[in-house]
């Protein structure tokens, strides 16, 4: 039983009305109760009649954070290709200044929170298949339910402009108890069947995995370049986003499992990369590149394991990225600190080379200007940087839209966190989109590449209840 206690929130409705009228533009009002445990996932089901298409669902690998986000109350969005972190950024801080906010906690992700993230290159021409999405897209939802280090907080945001009246108060609140009112215990609905499975043209991905890897051998300043593809699924009904989430938090728990919807679309997934955290002046980033898949009995998993932290190539693409992400952090830490070997992330279907850092910011240094430093890694475009997502942009079919991007959430004081959106798919409706990449170098073989991403659609494949070719 949820029980929502009389609040400061009708006081706050009529400031901030007459603060809208005061400035001319609409203003938020923010109040954050502390509440009882809500099984996230059935809270965020009990949001899909009413704001179906406006909600996200956000769990981090130690299921000690959950962010679950129902409605929109502000959108801050961009199709611009330049500076859109930064512009992200002042339009966040511009709409805080204005906020009333009631808010007696220090947890992180409490009080407003704005969700959602970028595309992975926004000079790419966009698709139909990513038309719902802004190549920056955040919503800042009406109800939020937040779970930190096993306290729970409801937040409820509302927007004031200066033609409302007190009857806001009374129209949130009788909302807010409709919600909290019909939040059952989640049930999946009954299977739906998978009707068919395309690869999107393998064989020409392969030729440009060959073509790539002549081009590295001919001594160009490459050395590294990302190639990802895209599996089509269709099934006999619409694709129910609750069933894939509760089969994902069963099958990847040890990842980030993020759902974030828009105008109908929904994507989906089970990344295993944190691209950064930051929590006061501490941050803490991942750098994951190299992987193998796991073995049948734990002696094959042994093996296979120290194979992979022996193997010459997948160690040198590793380290690709350990300098690049060590590079990022010494222009915004005044320490970082990494081990000087990679350890093993096993996940369930496939095994990782990984590096954990961790380093104190400088004074001036945000969480979306170290988003900025960090994406693309090695791990997702390449090396260089710029020439390698340029190579992509000419030779990759794919439309990546917000796949192997940033997605995550960042909260009024500047705290938050954000993965590398991988393991994922885009769901539209009865149909869904699955995407995964490897890195493309010198001795790189595009059968064994091939190979290499069919392994990556695993974790998707499998929570759609799909089957393997």
């Known amino acids: 039983m949820v029980t929502i206690q009389d609040t400061e929130l009708k006081e706050g409705i009529q400031e901030a009305i007459e603060r809208a009228k005061a400035l001319s533009k609409p203003v938020l009002v923010s109040e954050v109760q502390k509440i009882n445990h809500i099984d996230p996932l059935s809270f965020y089901a009990a949001g899909k009649s009413r704001f179906f298409g406006e909600r996200f669902f956000w769990k981090d690998p130690s299921g000690e954070a959950y962010l679950l986000g129902l409605g929109i109350c502000r959108q801050i969005q961009s199709d611009e290709s330049t500076g859109r972190f930064d512009r992200v950024e002042k339009e966040w801080k511009r709409f805080i200044n204005n906020s009333i906010i009631f808010n007696p906690y220090n947890n992180h992700a ?5 969700f959602g993230g970028f595309s992975f290159d926004p000079i790419k021409e966009k698709t ?11 919503h800042v939802p009406t109800y939020m339910y937040s779970e ?18 007190e009857s806001l108060f009374e129209k949130i609140v009788a909302e807010r108890s409709m919600l909290i009112g019909s939040i ?13 499975e395309a690869d999107i043209n393998p064989e020409k991905w392969m030729e440009t995995v060959n073509e790539v890897v002549e081009e590295l051998k001919s001594g160009t300043s490459l050395k590294k370049v990302v190639l990802a593809r895209e599996s089509r699924l269709n099934y006999e009904k619409p694709i129910e986003i609750e069933r894939v989430l509760q089969n994902l938090m069963k099958m990847q728990s040890e990842s980030f499992i993020f759902a974030f919807e828009s105008n109908g679309d929904c994507f989906i997934g089970a990344s295993p990369e944190r691209l950064i955290k930051k929590y006061g002046e501490n941050v803490f980033t991942t750098c994951l590149a190299g992987s193998i898949p796991r073995g049948k009995t734990e002696e094959d998993d042994h093996i296979l394991g120290e194979a992979l ?18 590079e990022a952090m010494e222009e915004s ?21 990984y590096t954990p850092v961790i380093g104190r910011t400088k004074e001036d240094a945000s969480l979306l200007a170290l988003v900025d430093r960090l994406h ?9 940087k710029r020439e390698a997502v340029e190579k992509i942009r000419e030779v990759e079919d794919l439309d990546r839209g917000f796949y192997a991007a940033p997605l995550g959430w960042m909260d009024f004081r500047g705290n938050g966190e954000f993965a590398v959106a991988i393991r994922s798919g885009l769901i539209q409706g009865n149909e869904a989109s699955l995407f995964a990449g490897c890195g493309v170098v010198q001795d790189s073989n595009a059968k064994s590449e091939y190979q290499e991403t069919k392994i990556k659609f695993r974790p998707m494949l499998t929570a759609l209840g799909g089957y393997e070719k």
């Not at 997948?314 to 992400?325: F, P, S």
């Not at 081990?339 to 095994?351: A, F, G, S, T, V």
């Open 184 to 196: 059952n215990d989640y049930h999946p609905e009954c299977a739906n069947n998978l009707q068919e």
């Open 148 to 165: 930190m280090n096993g306290q729970a907080f409801l937040t409820t945001n509302v927007i004031c402009t200066r033609h409302d009246s």
């Open 309 to 326: 932290l022996h193997d010459q190539k997948n160690l040198t693409e590793h380290q690709y990225v350990v300098d690049m992400i060590k």
């Open 376 to 384: 693309p890694t090695p791990a997702l475009g390449g090396l260089p």
């Open 110 to 114: 409490t009080g407003p929170v704005m």
């Open 128 to 138: 139909k298949l990513w038309s719902k999405y802004s190549d920056s897209l955040f």
């Open 333 to 353: 830490c005044t320490e970082v600190e990494l081990p000087n070997e990679p350890q093993l992330m096993k996940m369930r279907d496939i095994q990782h080379l």
